[in-house]
């Protein structure tokens, strides 16, 4: 998917939030912002105050950086001036609506770098640049499940065409649990250690039953029963109970591993599908052992101390 954002992007994003003016470098308006490379690493980084030795792509100027570059002699100026405009630098912006030198707004003109001023302080204008980068820059992958919330938590439930993954959210869905996405959830990552999942807005509301067809959830069941965005937390991977399932089948701590999205590992349950089967409460139950493991508990391990303990008493 595509990761870039243009200037004049960013500017009509950030006009959203904040007042801001274009005050010189209107010809860069298709300037392009790129993330800096999770993978290969280096590459400029999006925004910050201003920086002389590694150039922000967005440098911000509070009163501080403008008072520096106000008492600049000459020469020393000029030598900021470069380093300011470099390559690196694919706008810059003016807060609290501070008085810039001339030769600084000439030199964004001839360079031609946009500048913005806003009333807002440089935090403020931070913080709306961080969040119009997050939404807009962060990387982002579709998944094929049904995405809710259950108890709570983001909840993807995976499997096979055929193996009921509608029809199992339909029901959670009537026990008061909400819909994200159907079919084709997007997942952003938006941190480090987080993806938010939400749904194409074309797919917004609507869920596919095999033999009703196309349903809208909020129509039937409420505005409740629909959730814009969810992180994703937990994966259940509806499976076959089969030969090949109980080869694997821990009894113990069930069938779990990881899957890969966007380099986050996230926790998958392996959930065994056979007539007669509730699967909702199945899932339900699934998720409140996922939130004790979280806080730390492990029925698995409780019962395997309770046994050691039982095995010394009688040994002693």
């Known amino acids: 998917m595509d ?3 243009t ?12 007042r801001i003016e274009w005050l010189a470098g209107r010809g860069g308006n298709e300037r392009l912002l790129h993330p800096p490379h999770r993978e290969r690493g280096g590459g400029a980084s999006l925004l910050g105050h201003l920086n002389l030795i590694h150039p922000n792509q967005v ?11 106000a008492n600049l002699r000459k020469n020393s100026r000029t030598d900021a001036y470069e380093l300011i405009f470099s390559e690196s630098t694919q706008a ?11 030769d600084f707004i000439q030199m964004a003109e001839a360079e031609q770098v946009p500048l913005w001023r806003t009333p807002a302080s440089s935090y403020d204008a931070i913080a709306i640049l961080r969040y119009v980068f997050t939404n807009r820059l962060a990387e982002k992958t579709i998944e094929h499940g049904v995405f809710l919330e259950v ?3 983001g909840l993807m439930i995976t499997g096979e065409s055929r193996v009921g993954k509608s029809e ?6 009537s026990r008061g649990h909400r819909l994200i996405a159907d079919d084709a959830p997007l997942f952003a990552r938006i941190a480090p250690d987080i993806l938010n999942g939400t749904a194409p807005p074309v797919l917004q509301d609507f869920l596919e039953v095999r033999g009703l067809g196309v349903l809208n959830i909020r ?3 409420g505005d409740n029963a629909i959730k814009l965005n969810k992180y994703l937390r937990l994966i259940i991977h509806l499976t076959d109970f089969d030969e090949s399932y109980q080869k694997k089948e821990n009894r113990l701590t069930g069938t779990t591993s990881e899957r890969d999205i966007l380099g986050l590992k996230m926790p998958v349950i392996h959930l065994p599908v056979a007539p007669g089967r509730n699967l909702a409460v199945l899932v339900e139950a699934a998720v409140r052992n996922h939130l ?3 806080k730390g508990y492990n029925a698995a391990e409780e019962l395997i101390q309770r046994q050691q303990r039982q095995i010394d008493i009688q040994q002693t």
Not at 59 to 69: A, F, H, N, P
Not at 168 to 173: G, K, R, T
């Open 92 to 102: 810059i912006i003016i807060a609290e609506n501070l008085e810039i030198p001339k």
């Open 59 to 69: 440098q911000v100027l509070g009163s501080t950086e403008c008072d520096y570059i």
């Open 3 to 5: 990761r870039t954002l």
């Open 7 to 18: 200037t004049q992007d960013l500017f009509d994003e950030v006009d959203k939030h904040i």
């Open 168 to 173: 199992l959210a339909l029901e959670l869905i």
């Open 219 to 221: 129509s039937m069941y």
């Open 151 to 153: 108890l709570g938590i």
């Open 292 to 294: 004790l493991r979280i």
